[in-house]
């Protein structure tokens, strides 16, 4: 198995262990680049379900983009230190759009999670095992391919 295949699977592993979809990302990704911090993946915590389950922008992409931060980010307050940072993550973002069909939580997986009974509609249509595992495997291949440029 490849390196690419191996962190899809460990993110996966990571998810249905019960970290969500943002910090499986973060996380797995973090470790890859730059090893262990205790922020991480506490920091990626309040972007599940599109934040906060509000079903905004899918977990998976948000923990992506904050993975990409630790790569390519600065602690300067410099436009031109940003700029790459701002094209691989709009790179990232693009083409997890294209393979998804959306970035938004709520039309990935077409359940409002901020509402208790759709929440549950979601877990008994196993919606998390089903679809949100392939967004994280998805959002680490891309990080894998766009990483290596």
């Known amino acids: 198995m490849n390196r690419k295949n191996i962190?899809?699977?460990k993110a996966a592993a990571r998810f249905l262990k019960g970290y969500n979809c943002a910090q499986s990302v973060l996380l797995t990704m973090f470790e890859h680049w730059n090893g262990k911090n205790e922020l991480v993946p506490k920091i990626a915590t309040g972007f599940g379900g599109g934040i906060g389950r509000c079903g905004s922008a899918c977990g998976a992409l948000t923990g992506g983009v904050m993975a990409l931060g630790t790569k390519y980010g600065t602690n300067e307050p410099s436009l031109e230190k940003r700029l790459?940072?701002?094209e691989v993550a709009r790179k990232f973002y693009k083409q997890f759009e294209t393979r998804h069909g959306s970035v938004l939580c709520l039309e990935l997986i077409g359940y409002d999670l901020s509402n208790p009974k759709e929440l549950e509609k979601a877990r008994k249509a196993k919606v998390f095992?089903?679809?949100?595992?392939?967004?994280?495997k998805t959002a680490v291949e891309t990080l894998i391919e766009l990483g290596e440029h």
């Open 84 to 86: 790459e940072a701002y």
């Open 7 to 9: 962190l899809c699977e």
């Open 129 to 136: 095992e089903e679809k949100c595992v392939s967004f994280v």
